[in-house]
């Protein structure tokens, strides 16, 4: 029986900030002059993606080590070189006292994020889908294939994040603990779902379905794949992010994901 404790939230930050530094490092390599970059202060992961970048945090203050004023100012400091905002996903295992300290340094809460996880024991039963929905892990020469379906999926509802969300999946898709999945029907690309996987632990992310490729059970079965794949991998944990009540959070609640606790994002405001 896994309880949700501080030490499973440092089990789910840990491989969350991992992957995102993973993929610092990919933007870091594939384009040098990017500025992408990434420091450890007290145990937490600071990263910077650019200002625009969700990636552009901090994961795990305060549950591995106390927050102190020093490493605040460390972690400040990295961002004000980089002209950037400073923002922070806190657990609420930490101790209370840390959220008066952020408050007194100017910290405000903007956003929740529900954690997730689920026990992969056995791996998990396959779901029935359309006869002709596939799903594959994508070759090393379907990147810009595999980040153009994940950009058209948000270019649709959002044009402005269109030409964003390819340039970050491009990204996304060759990150050394990524595994970027594609789902096809009837050999038509219309849907992704990326999986990192760290030791025992893998994290779903990347969810995207096309217009036409909506409402035809291919994020079920992305998802259903994705989790056997890390079974049969070792994985003995999986986690994702969701925003409270939404249906990402539903259809992950009905896949049996459970909620871990619900994460504050908190921004330097002053």
Not at 79 to 91: K, M, N, P, Q, T
């Amino acid at each position: 029986m896994i309880i949700s404790d501080r030490e499973l939230s440092q089990r789910l930050e840990r491989t969350e900030a991992r992957a995102n530094a993973d993929f610092v490092e990919t933007r870091a390599r594939l384009d040098p002059e990017f500025g992408a970059a990434w420091i450890e202060v007290g145990g937490a992961y600071a990263m910077y993606d650019g200002q625009e970048s969700p990636l552009t945090q901090t994961f795990g203050l305060g549950i591995f080590e106390d927050i102190t004023p020093e490493y605040l100012d460390e972690i400040e400091e990295f961002y004000s070189e980089r002209d950037s905002s400073v923002f922070h996903e806190i657990s609420p295992m930490i101790d209370a006292s840390h959220m008066e300290l952020l408050s007194s340094r100017g910290y405000q809460p903007i956003e929740l994020t529900s954690v997730m996880y689920r026990e992969l024991a056995g791996g998990v039963t396959k779901r029935e889908r359309h006869a002709d929905l596939t799903t594959r892990v994508i070759e090393p020469s379907e990147v810009e294939l595999w980040a153009r379906t994940s950009a058209d999926a948000w270019k649709t509802e959002h044009e402005a994040l269109g030409e964003f969300m390819f340039n970050f999946g491009a990204v996304s898709a060759q990150c050394a603990g990524s595994f970027p999945y594609i789902a096809e029907l009837a050999g038509v690309p219309i849907a992704t779902g990326m999986l990192f996987s760290y030791d025992d632990i893998c994290m779903l992310a990347g969810a995207s379905t096309v217009p036409e490729g909506r409402n035809k059970g291919a994020q079920t079965a992305l998802l259903n794949d994705r989790l056997n794949f890390a079974a049969s991998h070792g994985c003995k944990l999986a986690t994702m992010g969701a925003s409270p009540g939404s249906t990402s959070q539903k259809n992950a609640q009905k896949n049996g994901f459970h909620i871990a606790y619900t994460r504050t994002k908190w921004q330097k405001i002053s």
